[in-house]
């Protein structure tokens, strides 16, 4: 995080990463000990880019990007114990990166990791597991300048009437969506839940019945720059793409 924003010209290697000392209190939630839990562990080191960032952008306004979704939500589907079917399977969900100096957040793309999604034909052929939505969610960039880039909804259900689970330990920025920068506006939250109106609220595992489906809307990047200032040619390009609505300009 701190190189991309102090030097990005700079190739990423280990000489011009080993400038940067890092200090981190024994203990805490950067330094754990044993015999700490640390399974979920990618979700505190995921937001330490938007930390950092958010200090860099005291000393050099308009040379950061804005918050992004962070944490990628991982989907562990399961079984829950009591089926002739027993399954295990993950796949993943990225949200959308914070719009960047001159340029829009890139959609539904891990950062700062580099983390690919798992194709969906792989996840319903091993298991019994149906997507039934997997697209960019409109309005969910925040609006700025220059937008934030889009989360995506993510509709599942069970393909043979047999319950089955998923945990939200990596699920986040349901309530404090990524913050805009340099006057624009935060991205939507993150939201998961029941087709019949459940919401998750802990990061618990939450049993899916035959009947519901699972929907998940992944959080969407922070705006960069005043609204106003977006040019008209953009903003039509986005209501022709889908990625805004009228009500959502």
């Known amino acids: 995080g701190l190189k991309s924003i102090l030097a990005p010209e700079v190739p990423n290697n280990h000489g011009s990463l080993r400038l940067f000392r890092i200090l981190a209190e024994e203990g805490s939630a950067v330094h754990p000990l044993p015999p700490s839990p640390v399974t979920a562990r990618h979700v505190i080191g995921q937001m330490l880019p ?22 990628i939500w991982v989907l562990p589907f399961s079984d829950d114990g009591n089926t002739a079917q027993p399954f295990n399977v993950m796949n993943v969900g990225m949200g959308g990166v914070g719009a960047r100096p001159g340029k829009d957040g890139l959609s539904v793309t891990a950062f700062p990791s580099g983390v690919g999604s798992i194709p969906i034909e792989v996840t319903e052929s091993d298991s019994p597991i149906v997507f039934w939505r997997k697209e960019y969610l409109p309005d969910s960039g925040g609006p700025g300048e220059f937008r934030g ?53 802990d990061k618990a595992v ?29 903003i039509q390009e986005d209501l022709e793409a889908g990625y805004v609505t009228h009500e959502g300009v």
């Open 50 to 71: 938007d930390l950092a960032f958010g200090c860099l952008s005291q000393v050099l306004p308009g040379k950061v990007p804005a918050e992004s979704a962070g944490s």
């Open 149 to 201: 880039g889009l989360g995506q909804v993510i509709e599942v259900g069970s393909s043979n009437d047999q319950v089955f689970t998923i945990s939200a330990a990596t699920f986040d920025r349901m309530k404090n969506p990524p913050r805009g920068r340099e006057g624009g506006l935060p991205g939507k939250p993150g939201k998961a839940g029941l087709e019949n109106g459940l919401c998750f609220k």
């Open 206 to 234: 939450y049993r899916v019945p035959p009947e519901e489906r699972l929907i998940l809307e992944l959080p969407g990047g922070g705006g960069l720059g005043d609204p106003k200032m977006r040019e008209a040619e953009k």
